[in-house]
């Protein structure tokens, strides 16, 4: 296993996707960046087309070619976001380069070549561990016993003493940035786009908002081009913000993304300090 100067903190999970990690890291970010630290992530950056060993994301770099979760994080926090097919080589860069006083694993809970300080696990309080299998006949990657080992285990929007919620904050516009309140769209027939690991939750959450939903549910870390959001009708389109960073390059002003934040538990914090 390789070192690391700084310590590593692993947010991961013991199922495949959609258990809400990168809310999560994204708080975590704001988090330490609120202490006046640097903050490094690291991340697979999964469906992202880079042929590189590592890369640094940018400013100038896309969805398409970091991935949608690096670009998301990158643009919603000031953390030194790098992408690596290994992440432990993005670790070494991060470490070699000295750009964070911590570091944040994007999931690679199971990525046992990288080093790590502080290990968390997010587990769904609403599906818990689907069927109980492993992949491929069920959801998860180890089994449940493997929660044991870890420092911290997140209940997410579940109800425990350590536990996570998504909360929906604002929309903002795709194009101009404009901010609307949650109430804005109530009893208005809009588009919903998900191309997320469960397009359900985000429907049920715009139903929850009083809106008149057409649901166009799309794959996990769908790469979404012009054609798929050519509608006949001129409804907004509504979707999440880690849709939003794929579609920003071809935006229009009907287009707008639901801004959420991960609302942690204090005694989560409280466990966090302890542990680093």
Known sequence: MQHSSVPVIVVGNISAGGSGKTPIVIALCHYFEQQGKRVGVVSRGYGGQYTQDVLLVTDSSTASECGDEPALISSETKASVVVARKRSLAVQYINEHALADVIISDDGLQHYAMARKIEIAVVDGVDGFGNGLLLPAGPLREQPSRLKSVDIVINNGGDAEISSRLVAKQFVNAVS?????????????????????????FFATLEDLGVDVIKRPFADHHPFSVKDLDFEDSHPILMTSKDYVKCSDFATSQMWYLAVNAELSDRFYQQLESKL
Not at 190 to 198: D, F, L, P, Q
């Open 177 to 201: 940035g404009e901010v609307k309140p949650l109430d804005n769209f109530q009893s208005v027939i809009c588009y919903a786009v998900a191309g997320i690991a469960k397009p359900s939750r």
